[in-house]
Nanobody, 126 residues
Framework: VQVVESGGGAVQTGGSLRLSCVTS????????IGWFRQAPGKDREGISC????????YYADSVKGRFTVSRDNAKNAVYLQMDSLKPEDTAVYYC????????????????????WGQGTQVTVSS
């Protein structure tokens, strides 16, 4: 199983970025993709999740209303559109695979996610 994130970069406050997460090497149907981030000196935080089967989504309060997660099952891809970025969004962003089966998309426990990408850096300057 491979999980590859891309799309990170450096932007100014208020800017936008779109992260991509592409998976390969499995044929699961009942799975979810979670997005996590880890800022320097902080614990990893689960910020969003999408159920690849039914499209249900979850957002942490810290990103709700600014970030949008979407999927393209044909491409085995998930996208995280990040708008109105703030300096506190600076972190390494990871995507990870949960399932099968999908147990929950609203409780972002790292232990539920078996396969992880290498991360992509997002830096937001003021």
């Amino acid at each position: 199983v491979q999980v590859v994130e891309s799309g990170g970069g450096a932007v100014q406050t208020g800017g936008s970025l779109r992260l991509s997460c592409v998976t390969s090497g499995f044929t699961f149907e009942d799975y979810a993709i979670g997005w996590f981030r880890q800022a320097p000196g902080k614990d990893r935080e689960g910020i969003s999740c999408i159920n690849m089967n039914d499209g249900n989504t979850y957002y942490a309060d810290s990103v709700k209303g600014r970030f949008t997660v979407s999927r393209d099952n044909a491409k085995n891809a998930v996208y995280l559109q990040m708008d109105s970025l703030k300096p506190e969004d600076t972190a390494v962003y990871y995507c990870a695979v949960q399932g099968p089966p999908v147990l929950t998309i609203t409780r972002m426990r790292e232990g539920l996610y078996e396969f992880w990408g290498q991360g992509t850096q997002v830096t937001v300057s003021s």
